[in-house]
């Protein structure tokens, strides 16, 4: 198993443009998450999804969509980047259904908005 | 709603000495407590994690930490450090009655091994 993996690596783009971070697992989990990492803030929700077709709102959502129309992939797209958009994407998988389960994190999206 | 804090931002260690890293949260429910650790240009790996029972828990690489409820306190030590485990180390809550999946972080505690 490749667990999760995300695409690209590193990015770079200039306010106003748009693009789709990718992310996806082959570990048939139900539950996928997205965080950023601001250096001295941790790791913070923008958008979940318990299942395909169902995705809800995390703690920073603002300038962020998401769908899931298939188990393996939960994309997350910025429509407008703006410079407070430049962090560390981090793209999450964990299996529901029982009292717990560990949540498997990709390696991560850099992404600098000029 | 829960939180963490970790007290210390950043923490110099000399090479085989001792180190606890801290980590307290907020919680009005029972919760689920749990340590990554993040190296250089990586993403995070799970160190350990207390679900319930015996509130001293061991992880990879030689941590421990140890859950007091009075205290809301799950501190993460080690007895003696390694140049191998200068990371970033991050703990996280979630709570289990409302759905495990979503975890609250900390702010991190970077650790530097000092030779």
């Known amino acids: 198993n490749a667990g999760v993996t995300q695409t690209p690596k590193f990015q770079v783009l200039k306010t106003g443009q748009s693009m789709t971070l990718q992310c996806a697992q082959d570990m048939n989990h139900e539950y996928m998450s997205w965080y950023r990492q601001d250096p001295g803030m941790g790791l913070r929700l923008i958008h979940y999804?318990?299942?395909?077709?169902?995705?809800d709102q995390g703690e920073v959502p603002n300038g962020y969509n998401v769908s899931r129309s298939t188990t393996e992939d939960f994309p997350l797209r910025l429509l407008s980047a703006a410079p407070s958009q430049t962090s560390v994407y981090f793209c999450?998988?964990?299996?529901?259904?029982?009292?717990?389960?560990?949540?498997?994190f990709g390696p991560g999206t850099r992404l600098t908005v000029l | 709603a829960q939180s963490v804090t970790q007290l210390d931002s950043q923490v110099p260690v000399f090479e085989e000495a001792p180190v606890e890293l801290r980590c307290n949260y907020s919680?009005?429910?029972?919760?689920?407590l749990f340590w990554y650790v993040q190296y250089p240009n990586q993403g995070l790996q799970l160190l350990l994690k207390?679900?319930?029972?015996?509130?001293l828990v061991k992880g990879i690489n030689g941590f421990e930490a140890e859950f007091n409820k009075s205290q809301t306190s799950f501190h993460l030590r080690k007895p003696s450090v390694h140049i191998s485990d200068t990371a970033e180390y991050f703990c996280a809550v979630s709570a289990p009655d409302f759905g495990n999946e979503k975890l609250t972080f900390g702010t991190g505690t970077r650790l530097t091994i000092i030779p």
């Open positions: 999804s318990v299942g395909a077709g169902i995705t």
């Open positions: 999450a998988s964990i299996s529901s259904g029982s009292s717990y389960n560990e949540q498997f």
């Open positions: 207390y679900l319930s029972g015996s509130t």
């Open positions: 919680s009005s429910v029972s919760v689920y």
